[in-house]
């Protein structure tokens, strides 16, 4: 019988954990009771407080006694953390559900992002409704509106309650299991101006053999692409479009962190790299940009989003930051370099072409990476041409065959 985990504070809002619980195990499923509440539990638990604690070398009596909610919730979200993925190793359950508000959501979601990708998680919350990018990071949390507080059992509360129980057991109950041929997985970055390229190429690379995950390049995607490489998913990255460290750089809204670039590079995984979208600078609505920009080119992708064209300057910033990383691969990599434009829109009669900004990516790049295991390929044709993608992912897999060979060596 399949196991729903189900964490919260039983000391504070037993009621509703228990009525979690009672439809639960009414739908023919186990409960798995984790309490992280700092005082005495009101349900019984199969995972207490202390134990949690514990996993970060904390006593919860000591805690309780200091009555410092930030200090419990720190040491709590930190002891779950480390507790549920050895938890869910051990097959103590198969899928998790929790309540609360943002502190209750604060204290569990660390813990369901530690969980690996594909694992039923389901947080039931107050702040569910607004950015809930803290919370989530770059895992598959389902986040469920609350509507009212998680404070007692009224109309609204019940139905939400059912509802959430339903969608856990669901996900637990009636898994099914893969049928599609497992294939070794590439990693590709794309952003709207660099699918054309990104599409070409994943024909090429299914066509060898090959499962394509392509990641919009919108800071969410970088990192987690950047994690399931490092933990082991991947076997090759197609990373042509490395315009998240243009936001990184200029302070855009699509940062990926400055540890982008690098899981690949650390873990020996082949990778081709480009410069696709380094053009670009994501913003909101045109009001939101940065006073400083003011008189930059600007271009109205959507509503929401405005691009701003990035400079000869910047151009050299980024070249330097994406040298140093490319300088820490450890493995054979190769940096393809489009001669005639690296997005769409950086094209002859289009908003953002710029071959003096272009130009000085390039010899930046090309002068500033001294790690012999990179090498630099330059093509005569735009990002978005047939001409480089099918050339990108020729390379990509000739190194992905290097590296296979290798290993029957």
């Known amino acids: ?9 039983f000391d504070s809002k037993s009621l509703e954990f228990g009525y ?3 439809i639960i195990q009414s739908l023919g499923l186990k409960t798995f009771m ?16 202390e134990e949690i604690a514990g996993a970060v070398g904390a006593d919860i009596k000591e805690i309780a006694a200091k009555k410092d909610r930030a200090l419990a919730t720190d040491v709590l979200s930190r002891g779950l953390e480390k507790l549920l993925p050895k938890l869910y190793a051990k097959g103590k359950f198969d899928g998790i559900i929790a309540c609360g508000g943002s502190g209750g959501t604060s204290l569990v979601t660390p813990g369901m992002r530690a969980l690996p990708v594909g694992v039923p998680k389901v947080m039931v919350s107050t702040v569910a409704a607004g950015d809930v990018s803290m919370y989530v990071g770059t895992s598959d949390i389902f986040m ?19 509802n959430a129980a339903l969608a856990i057991a669901g996900m637990v109950k009636f898994e099914v299991k893969q049928v599609l041929e497992k294939k070794p997985l590439i990693a590709a970055s794309m952003f709207g ?5 990104v599409n070409q190429a994943r024909e090429y690379l299914e066509q060898h053999g090959y499962e394509v995950l392509i ?54 995984i082949p990778q081709v790299v480009s410069v696709g979208a380094l053009d670009m600078v994501n913003f909101g609505p045109i009001a ?23 400079t000869v300057e ?21 940096l393809l370099l489009p001669l005639k434009g690296v997005s769409m829109i950086d094209a002859p009669g289009q908003p953002f072409h710029g071959p003096e900004e272009d130009a000085m990516l390039f010899k930046t790049l090309k002068e500033n990476i001294i790690n012999p295991l990179v090498e630099i390929i330059e093509v005569d044709a735009n990002i978005n041409d047939t001409e480089f993608s099918t050339a990108a992912a020729q390379k990509l897999v000739e190194l992905l065959k290097e590296k296979t060979d290798r290993r029957h060596f």
């Open 1 to 9: 019988m399949k196991t729903v985990a189900i964490a919260g504070t």
């Open 20 to 22: 979690l619980q009672e």
């Open 34 to 49: 984790i309490h992280t509440g700092v005082f005495e539990p009101k349900l019984t638990v199969d995972v207490s407080n």
């Open 144 to 162: 469920y509106p609350s509507i009212v507080d998680v404070a007692g059992l009224n109309s609204i509360s019940t139905k939400i309650f059912t």
């Open 193 to 197: 101006v660099t699918t054309p390229c």
């Open 215 to 268: 990641f919009h390049a919108t800071g969410t995607g970088g990192k987690a692409m950047e994690n399931l490489i490092k933990d082991g998913y991947i076997e090759g990255v197609f990373d042509i479009t490395t315009t998240e460290w243009c936001d990184e750089l200029m302070g855009g809204n699509m940062a990926a962190g400055d540890k982008r670039l690098e899981a690949a590079a650390l873990n020996q």
């Open 288 to 310: 939101t940009v940065p006073g400083k920009y003011s008189g930059r080119n600007f271009y109205k992708h959507n509503p929401t989003v405005t691009l701003m064209r990035t």
């Open 314 to 334: 910047e151009n050299r910033q980024l070249g330097l930051a994406i040298a140093a990383k490319l300088n820490m691969c450890q493995a054979r990599a190769a």
